[in-house]
Nanobody, 122 residues
Framework: QVQLVESGGGLVQAGGSLRLSCAAS????????MGWFRQAPGKEREFVAV????????YYADSVKGRFTISRDNAKNTVYLQMNSLKPEDTAVYYC???????????????WGQGTQVTVSS
């Protein structure tokens, strides 16, 4: 089992920045690729970003490319999502997830955090 706990969400004005953290415990964190997903009100959960277990490769949804950066610190068992130039349409609950394979497919992820709310005001 892998337990994931997100933090860092909050209310920010458009154009501002937030950094989300996802702390992992349980099985060896460095074995897992980590993904970030988000779910806006009334919408399905969608892929945001993914990073391989060693951090060497990342992939982003087109909607966040150039604004968001995913990174990880395996020594701290933590993955981050730096969000810059935030827009009101980025408002959502953000979830981190862990899987042995780096994928954008939500159903492939075995472990999920509880989510953290990000609200961007216009």
């Amino acid at each position: 089992q892998v337990q994931l706990v997100e933090s860092g969400g909050g209310l920010v004005q458009a154009g501002g920045s937030l950094r989300l953290s996802c702390a992992a415990s349980g099985r060896t964190f460095s074995n897992y690729a980590m993904g970030w997903f988000r779910q806006a009100p009334g919408k399905e959960r969608e892929f945001v970003a993914v990073i391989t277990w060693y951090g060497g490769s990342t992939y982003y949804a087109d909607s966040v490319k150039g604004r968001f950066t995913i990174s990880r610190d395996n020594a701290k068992n933590t993955v981050y999502l730096q969000m810059n130039s935030l827009k009101p349409e980025d408002t959502a609950v953000y979830y981190c997830a862990a899987d042995l394979e780096a994928t954008i497919l939500e159903y492939a992820y075995d472990y999920w955090g509880q989510g953290t709310q990000v609200t961007v005001s216009s």
